[in-house]
């Protein structure tokens, strides 16, 4: 079976701190892509980072870097010194090069900031 | 540049009956994905459209159904409207169908059946 699962239902962090959410992922098909996404409460979907499972290195946009281990099945964001702006429900998403391409969404992770 | 553009962005309908929602992908982008998201839940894929036919559905009932015009633009149908089918509709293009550079999100239809 395919799935995405995020446990942590939220979290908090302190302004300027890091934080990592986590996410792992089950799948036989050696084929995929990881992907992270923000929502905020207007609801649009706004995409941060993409992981091939073939790709050697992590993922790494701006403040945004994904711990991608594959071995584990995990595909965790880290987002370095949070800001205010940061606050939002976040989804770890999955898709196969082989099946057309359809998001596989996990239950998400709702992250408040505290100034 | 204009992102993916939905309508409307709010609607209440009478369990019963239909609703038409609608998209316009983003510009350059070929295939558009809509997803349905209920409250508190995650995003469940409905189907995706590439040249104007339907290309691959999710676990839905054929009362959902959809339709892409020539100039990419997509329309979600639902009939029968159930009290739990209120969520918000999400619709994604994409210029390769994989996803390989990423989707781009509309801000979504949230419909309330009552």
């Known amino acids: 079976a395919q799935k995405i699962t995020q446990t942590q239902p939220g979290m908090f962090v302190q302004e300027k701190e890091a934080v990592t959410l986590d996410c792992t992922y089950d799948?036989?098909?050696?084929?995929?892509?990881l992907f992270w996404y923000k929502q905020p409460s207007s609801g649009e979907m706004i995409f941060l980072i993409y992981?091939?499972?073939?790709?050697?290195q992590n993922a790494t946009e701006g403040r945004y870097s994904l711990n991608f281990q594959k071995a584990r099945k995990s595909a965790n964001l880290v987002i370095s010194a949070s800001q205010l702006g940061d606050s939002a429900m976040y989804f770890c998403?999955?898709?196969?090069?082989?099946?057309?391409?359809?998001?596989?969404f996990g239950q998400g992770t709702e992250l408040s900031v505290k100034p | 540049d204009a992102g993916v553009t939905q309508s409307p962005t709010h609607l209440i309908k009478t369990r019963g009956q239909q609703v038409t929602l609608r998209c316009s992908p983003k510009?350059?982008?070929?295939?558009v994905s809509w997803y349905q998201q209920a409250l508190g839940q995650g995003p469940q894929f409905i189907f995706q459209?590439?040249?104007?036919?339907?290309?691959q559905r999710g676990n839905f009932p054929d009362r959902f159904s959809g339709h892409q015009f020539p100039n990419y633009s997509s329309e979600l149908n639902v009939n029968a409207l159930l009290l739990g089918d209120s969520a918000l509709y999400l619709c994604?293009?994409?210029?390769?169908?994989?996803?390989?550079?990423?989707?781009?999100f509309g801000s979504g239809t949230r419909l309330t059946v009552v």
């Open positions: 994604a293009s994409s210029p390769d169908g994989q996803g390989l550079y990423g989707y781009t």
């Open positions: 992981q091939g499972s073939y790709d050697q």
């Open positions: 998403a999955m898709s196969f090069y082989n099946q057309g391409g359809k998001l596989i």
């Open positions: 510009s350059g982008h070929d295939t």
């Open positions: 459209y590439y040249e104007e036919e339907e290309r």
């Open positions: 799948t036989s098909d050696p084929s995929y892509g």
